[in-house]
């Protein structure tokens, strides 16, 4: 059993970029299908996105070429959840979107797991 312990916020960030990274790369849709918890939700603006549909939806999206997390903060929900804000932005060639994100990741079956992902547009 592994608790939050005070490198919990390095350790969220680290996962945070490791789906920015896979987004990147173009297995966004592959990463967030394996990583989301069964109910777990993208909350995004104008759509929520299920796990199952994870896949379809970042393969018709226009690829990042480039992103930011900006200001970092980690809220502790419990032993084993916790709550990663920041402020995000993304870049899809010319396109910029910035927005507040919120990514809530919990510990199980030995690794951190997306439950929800939220954006709000700035």
């Not at 226009?62 to 870049?91: E, F, M, Q």
Request: charged share 20%.
């Amino acid at each position: 059993m592994t608790s939050i312990t005070d490198d919990l916020p390095a350790r969220l960030l680290h996962e945070e970029h490791e789906g920015w990274q896979a987004i990147l790369a173009g297995r966004g849709g592959a990463y967030y299908r394996s990583t989301m918890t069964s109910d777990g939700l993208l909350i995004l603006p104008g759509r929520v996105v299920t796990r199952d549909e994870a896949p379809a939806f970042f393969q018709a999206l226009s690829p990042v070429t480039s992103y930011k997390l900006r200001d970092p903060a980690v809220v502790r929900l419990n032993d084993h959840a916790g709550v990663l804000v920041y402020r995000l932005i993304a870049h899809r060639g010319d396109e910029v979107t910035e927005a507040n994100a919120s990514t809530t990741y919990v510990f199980k079956d030995g690794g951190w797991c997306v439950a929800a992902h939220q954006q709000t547009a700035i």
